[in-house]
């Protein structure tokens, strides 16, 4: 009677607590795996992250190179004397009864070589 007993097939109740505990673990993996790699997963949250610090940089830059902009335009509206520098300094020009003297930059003297010391 006893070897009748241990050939009885495995009831259905641990069967299914069997199914349970690996559609859980399955589950629990796959909520893992895409809350680490998903589209809105940690590794893409440091990217994102990662890119804002970058954007806001470059937003910082532009917005200083703007404000350049923005006050060399004021000067060459408002000031005379930004007006005269680049007349004198990019265009050549000088007051009336001025002498200018235009000097052209200096070319490097070729090299000679340095004697061999054998």
Do not use: C
């Not at 299914?16 to 680490?36: D, E, G, H, Q």
């Amino acid at each position: 009677m006893s070897a009748t007993r241990e050939r009885e097939p495995i009831p259905p109740v641990d069967l299914r607590r069997k199914a349970l505990v690996v559609l859980f673990w399955f589950i629990a993996l796959s909520l893992l795996f895409n809350s680490l790699f998903g589209d809105m997963g940690l590794i893409q949250g440091f990217r994102q992250r990662h890119l804002l610090a970058r954007l806001r940089e470059e937003v910082q830059t532009l917005r200083q190179a703007n404000d350049h902009l923005a006050a060399d335009t004021y000067a060459l509206r408002h000031d005379p004397y930004r007006i005269e520098q680049i007349a004198r300094e990019e265009l050549g020009l000088g007051r009336p009864g001025e002498i200018l003297f235009l000097f052209e930059p200096a070319e490097p003297a070729p090299a000679t070589p340095s004697p061999r010391r054998d």
